[in-house]
């Protein structure tokens, strides 16, 4: 099977610039979670989606935002970027029950720099 | 105060030697994850646990729900264990907590 494949891998954006992140989970995996990590703050969870719903969003500011396409494919969006926002963005699959947690798989990563 | 401690933050070993590295957290969990972070950013996920022991070559990882404690031992260390450990607790809702990552150097 194919791994969680992350597309870009590395993005160089400018302040007040959007942008977009994309995802493609594990053949057969409905949930697709977003991650940030950054040396200060780690590991921080963004948002989770399942079945093409968000079912949980982590504590981010609503520039961040997300959707996931019928085929489990997700999409990350940053608008007005800031320079803050550089970090590594990691997304993750897994096949999640309702109600539960499951192995997540993680993909290589996107790294953001805004300058 | 974070809802998932981790300690040490760094811990550097001799090749061979048993090394534990700990995890508290104070949410309501379906289950806590074990997760490895090489350098370059790859993470893999070790373990997932929601009560006992589940033990993988030389990993062992062990949970007690009543203290909410966790801990990831490895026997046996070698130089390429060397990575970022992180320890991230998920609620029922998949979402998930981390701790800050202990750095593991192994010296050969």
């Known amino acids: 099977k194919a791994g969680v494949t992350q597309t870009p891998r590395y993005l160089i954006k400018t302040r007040g610039q959007q942008v977009t992140l994309s995802c493609s989970p594990i053949?057969?995996?409905?949930?697709v979670s977003w991650y940030q990590q950054t040396p200060g703050q780690g590991l921080q969870f963004l948002f989770e989606?399942?079945?093409?719903?968000?079912?949980n969003k982590g504590n981010f500011p609503g520039r961040f935002s997300g959707r996931q396409f019928s085929n489990s494919r997700s999409e990350m969006n940053v608008s007005t970027l800031e320079l803050g926002d550089s970090a590594l963005y990691l997304c993750?699959?897994?096949?999640?029950?309702?109600?539960?947690?499951?192995?997540?798989?993680f993909g290589p990563g996107t790294r953001l720099t805004v300058l | 105060k974070n809802e998932v401690e981790q300690s040490p933050q760094n811990l550097t070993a001799q090749e061979g030697e048993f090394i534990t590295i700990n995890c508290s957290y104070s949410?309501?969990?379906?289950?806590l994850h074990w997760l490895q972070q090489h350098p370059g950013g790859g993470i893999v996920s070790l373990f997932m646990?929601?009560?006992g022991k589940k033990k993988h070559g030389r990993l062992i990882a062990t949970i007690n729900i009543q203290e909410k404690h966790s801990s990831l031992h490895i026997t046996a260390s070698h130089p390429r264990d060397s990575a970022v450990y992180i320890c991230?607790?998920?609620?029922?809702?998949?979402?998930?907590?981390f701790g800050t990552g202990t750095s593991l150097t192994v010296i050969p």
């Open positions: 949410v309501g969990i379906s289950a």
């Open positions: 991230a607790a998920a609620n029922t809702g998949n979402q998930f907590y």
């Open positions: 646990l929601s009560s």
């Open positions: 053949s057969g995996h409905r949930s």
């Open positions: 993750a699959s897994s096949f999640t029950i309702v109600g539960g947690t499951d192995t997540q798989y």
């Open positions: 989606y399942f079945s093409e719903t968000q079912r």
